[in-house]
């Protein structure tokens, strides 16, 4: 269907290989499959820590399998990661590794960049998180007036707010409840003002979570913020403030005191942080144990993808499907639907990892990719998705492959009439796609003849269900980098540089400009004549002169 022979990506034999198959495989629906193997409901799944994950509703055989094996190997794909995980300098674009999973090994690892070992810096960091963490959640941690600090506001986009706000809600059954942590990333100053509007500024501490300390909606949400704490308490407002930053000197500058400054590598993406110290707020909900919990969850899937053979690696596997739908099948999409409210933030989360990392149409090498890369990444929670999107999953005129995670225990479950409802609406949905309902049996189900069209489901529709047993912070550890793993595995098929994001450059730096032309007369404005025209149309409604 595409040309992915012959791309600067190697693996030629291999692509060749899975095209042909494709092709023989054609016709096979999802129920032939399970109508020929007994077993393959318990043989198509893989256990990646505590999570099962059931495959058998994809549309793959052993063969795709050993296909898409055979297209690691020859792309060498666990060499990938290997190097990534030694401190490679595998982001080529940015001359940096990718070292997120320094971030979760244990204390006493050697992780070298450039022969120094980083690990000491990566201990000491999460050491002094831990400290202040502690110490908020004891209440020694005061602010300028002496009373204790109750509530962070957590500033900070994309990176630096997805994970840390997605994990905070994904925990939020173990939060203390006395610590209020809160979120803004949006330039609306309607968001922070909302977040700040019932807090005290005497009880708040204001962390700016920013890699780079100069992208535009956390820093003037940084100064909006630092502004409503000096209207309150005058101009030494060091002890509410604090940073997780890459640029310390920034910090610094801001005010920040270097005791409230948590170092954020260089090495670390953005979008592969929240293992970093932008989960500061994260942590002192949760407390340091259950952080540390996360992390080693993180640490054992690090573990199982360096070291599981490919056809029993999840993070591998669940990557090479991503390529297998998107390169071979040619599906544009793919929906993630966890059933839980407390993941909200789940799907959000992982859009901005995948396409950010995946929407290039470069290789790293700097060609152009042979064919589609990252899929659009969309999602929300089960079962709320059912209501809204699930009709077009189920009958829409393309197979959208969907990811549903659910859990053995619920987090609450008040007078038990939930969470078996819940969880049998993620098994039917996933049997429904899988299996639909044919015009027969619609029939015979007593559908009059003039909507059997409407009621026939064609099923063939795939689905990966992920079952663990409760959401601890380690399973979440567990999901986020199976998640961030499948993605890296998926760029590195693809041949393109999963760690840059230079799409986001052009945007931001017209932004800088226009903001300015809207704040002053612009003069002769110099851009296309819808944009020179939108411009003046908002002067002039904000009642400056044309
Ligand atoms: O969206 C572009 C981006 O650079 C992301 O990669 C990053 O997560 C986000 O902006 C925030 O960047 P920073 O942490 O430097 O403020």
């Given at each position: 269907m595409f040309p992915v022979t012959g791309s600067d990506t190697n693996g030629g034999n291999a692509w060749a290989a899975l095209e042909r198959h494709r092709d023989e495989r054609a016709g096979t629906s999802l129920r032939d499959l399970f109508d020929a193997d007994a077993d393959r409901g318990e043989r198509l799944a893989v256990t990646v820590g505590d999570l099962w994950v059931d495959y058998s509703k994809q549309p793959v055989t052993d063969e795709t399998i050993s296909l898409l094996a055979d297209l690691a190997v020859q792309l060498d794909l666990p060499g990938f990661v290997d190097r990534m995980m030694a401190g490679e300098r595998v982001n080529t674009t940015e001359d940096r590794p990718a070292l997120h999973t320094a971030l979760r090994s244990p204390a006493g690892t050697r992780v070298l960049v450039d022969g120094t070992d980083v690990m000491p810096r990566v201990t000491e960091t999460l050491d002094r998180m831990a400290e202040v963490a502690d110490s908020l959640r004891s209440g020694q941690l005061t602010g300028v007036t002496g009373r204790p600090i109750t509530s962070i506001v957590s500033l900070g986009i994309g990176g630096s707010h997805l994970g840390p706000a997605m994990a905070t809600s994904a925990l939020t059954h173990l939060a203390d409840p006395t610590i209020d942590v809160r979120f803004a990333s949006n330039l609306d100053g309607a968001e922070i003002s909302t977040v700040l509007a019932d807090l005290d500024p005497a009880t708040t501490l204001v962390l700016i979570c920013s890699k780079t300390f100069t992208t535009m909606e956390t820093m003037v949400a940084a100064e909006t913020a630092r502004a409503w704490l000096v209207d309150d308490l005058g101009s030494d407002v060091s002890a509410h403030l604090a940073a997780a930053t890459a640029a310390t000197d920034l910090a610094e500058k801001f005010g920040i005191s270097p005791d409230l400054t948590f170092a954020l590598p260089d090495w670390v993406g953005g979008r592969f942080s929240l293992p970093s110290a932008v989960g500061l707020g994260l942590m002192a909900?949760?407390?340091?144990?259950?952080?540390?919990?996360?992390?080693?969850?993180?640490?054992?899937?690090?573990?199982?993808?360096?070291?599981?053979?490919?056809?029993?690696?999840?993070?591998?596997?669940?990557?090479?499907?991503?390529?297998?739908?998107?390169?071979?099948?040619?599906?544009?999409?793919?929906?993630?639907?966890?059933?839980?409210?407390q993941l909200d933030g789940f799907a959000p989360w992982f859009q901005q990892v995948s396409m950010e990392s995946l929407g290039k149409r470069v290789t790293a090498g700097g060609g152009p990719v042979a064919g589609p890369t990252g899929p659009v990444v969309w999602g929300s929670t089960g079962t709320d998705g059912q209501h809204a999107f699930f009709q077009m999953l189920h009958q829409g005129t393309e197979p959208i492959p969907v990811d549903l995670i659910g859990f053995a225990r619920p987090t609450a479950d008040p007078y038990m009439a939930h969470h078996g409802r819940l969880m049998a609406n993620l098994f039917a949905q996933a049997e429904a796609l899988a299996f639909g309902m044919s015009a027969e049996e619609a029939a015979a189900a007593g559908t009059p003849s003039r909507l059997v069209a409407h009621r026939t489901f064609p099923g063939n529709r795939p689905s990966t269900t992920i079952l663990a047993p409760e959401l601890t912070p380690s399973v979440l550890g567990q999901l986020v980098a199976l998640y961030e793993h499948r993605t890296v595995v998926a760029g590195a098929a693809w041949g393109i540089n999963p760690f840059d994001q230079w799409g986001v450059e052009l945007g931001k730096t017209l932004a800088v400009r226009i903001a300015d032309e809207l704040a002053d007369d612009p003069g002769d404005l110099a851009h296309d004549s819808s944009t020179n025209s939108l411009i003046s149309r908002y002067r002039q409604l904000r009642g400056h002169s044309a």
């Open positions: 909900a949760i407390g340091p144990d259950a952080f540390r919990e996360m992390l080693a969850g993180m640490h054992l899937v690090d573990d199982h993808l360096a070291s599981a053979p490919v056809h029993s690696n999840g993070p591998m596997l669940l990557g090479l499907f991503d390529v297998w739908h998107r390169t071979i099948l040619g599906t544009s999409s793919l929906a993630v639907v966890p059933y839980s409210s």
